[in-house]
């Protein structure tokens, strides 16, 4: 059970917008950054989002994050079959002083 | 570049300890701010984390594995070794070490898989 709550699974039919919620704390979301990764079938997590809404090189604008309080929302548009992946949020939990993810999201592109 | 791969055993007994290596490139723990981490994943199941070691030497664990878990790092050979005593078949799950800098886990190893069984 992770401290990090995301739905089990989202779908969208490809051209689509997606948002997928994860849920925390003040001890985790509430006052430290979000980042997010992807996960391929078969491959490591890529890190999509960090600090909450910034994207690494590379990154397409198609992918967005938000936070507000203590919740983060990852924003798909423009869906592709080729986003059908696993996606997990993470955060710092400064009560703890330790990484959290959250439990994942698997999109599926219908 | 940045590259980090894992080694280890793949087949390891109950009650055994698992010592698994993470040897990485392109970063060094000279640099402030680095760290490298391990987060692990069973089969068919989520991300979670399990350690990090920064480049002075702190060091964290996951509160439920703490007990079982050892991180070190070894400057000079560009290393981070995880030991986990007392393995389960609940642990297995594919091991993967991970940078983190300017970004948190930006960059990843391939995995190893480890599997726990008698």
């Known amino acids: 059970q992770s401290v990090l709550t995301q739905p089990p699974s989202v779908s969208a039919a490809p051209g689509q917008k997606v948002t997928i919620s994860c849920s925390g704390s003040?001890?985790?979301?509430?006052?430290?950054?979000v980042s997010w990764h992807q996960q391929l079938p078969g491959t490591a997590p890529k890190v999509l989002i960090y600090?909450?809404?910034k994207r690494p090189s590379g990154i397409p604008d198609r992918f967005s994050g938000s936070k507000s309080g203590t919740s983060a929302t990852l924003g798909i548009a423009g869906l592709q079959t080729g986003d059908e992946a696993d996606y997990y949020c993470?955060?710092?939990?400064?009560?703890?002083?330790?990484?959290?993810f959250g439990g994942g999201t698997k999109l599926t592109v219908l | 570049q940045i590259t980090l791969k894992e080694s280890g055993p793949t087949l390891v007994k109950p009650t055994q300890t698992l010592t698994l290596t993470c040897t990485f490139s392109?970063?060094?723990?000279?640099?402030?701010?680095?760290?490298v981490g391990w987060i692990r994943q069973p089969p068919g199941k989520a991300l979670e984390w399990l350690a990090l070691?920064?480049?002075?030497?702190?060091?964290r664990y996951s509160p439920s594995l703490k007990r079982r878990l050892t991180i070190t790092k070894d400057t000079s050979k560009n290393q981070v070794v995880l030991t986990m005593t007392n393995m389960d078949p609940v642990d297995t799950a594919t091991y993967y070490c991970?940078?983190?800098?300017?970004?948190?886990?930006?960059?990843w190893g391939h995995g190893t898989l480890v599997t726990v069984s008698s």
């Open positions: 070691v920064y480049w002075d030497d702190d060091k």
């Open positions: 993470g955060t710092w939990d400064s009560s703890l002083s330790v990484w959290v």
């Open positions: 991970a940078h983190l800098g300017s970004m948190p886990f930006d960059y």
């Open positions: 392109g970063f060094s723990f000279s640099t402030g701010g680095v760290g």
């Open positions: 003040s001890s985790n979301i509430g006052n430290n950054f």
């Open positions: 600090e909450n809404d």
